[in-house]
């Protein structure tokens, strides 16, 4: 099977992102229109009903490297969160299951909906979170 080039790749996903394709709790986009390289992107994720999550929108920063998406996106959050794996300094995703074992199908609306699956663990979804607005 032909190896969809990276621009094609990131093309596909800023239209599937576009659309919001999905139940709405997460999306995303570019961060800049005019960012000709796609490298820049915003996520958001609404945080799971029956969690301390609940109601809460968190932001995220992705950067899509030249290798994209042969390899995986490095991914921040912007808003403040208490999950394993987020660096609870700088927001940086260290460590998520998709990231780890990447497979090229895989985009961000795989790590935002891996994200908010781990915020609906039972292990996670009562951790103490900062105040609610507060930002890396």
């Not at 961060?31 to 009903?49: C, K, L, Q, V």
């Amino acid at each position: 099977m032909a190896k969809v080039p990276r621009n094609f790749r990131l093309l596909e996903e800023l239209e599937r992102g576009e659309k919001a394709i999905g139940d709405g709790t997460i999306s995303y986009g570019l961060a800049d229109a005019e960012d000709m390289t796609m490298s820049h992107w915003n996520g958001t994720i609404i945080g799971p009903g029956h969690t301390v999550h609940e109601n809460r929108i968190y932001s995220l920063k992705f950067y899509c490297g030249p290798d994209y998406p042969d390899k995986p996106p490095l991914v921040q959050f912007v808003s403040k969160i208490n999950l394993p794996g987020v660096n609870q300094s700088n927001g940086k995703v260290e460590k998520l299951a998709c990231l780890g074992d990447w497979k090229r199908n895989y985009g961000m609306q795989t790590v935002l909906s891996e994200l908010r699956r781990e915020m609906a663990n039972p292990s996670n979804k009562k951790l103490s979170q900062p105040a609610e607005g507060s930002t890396f």
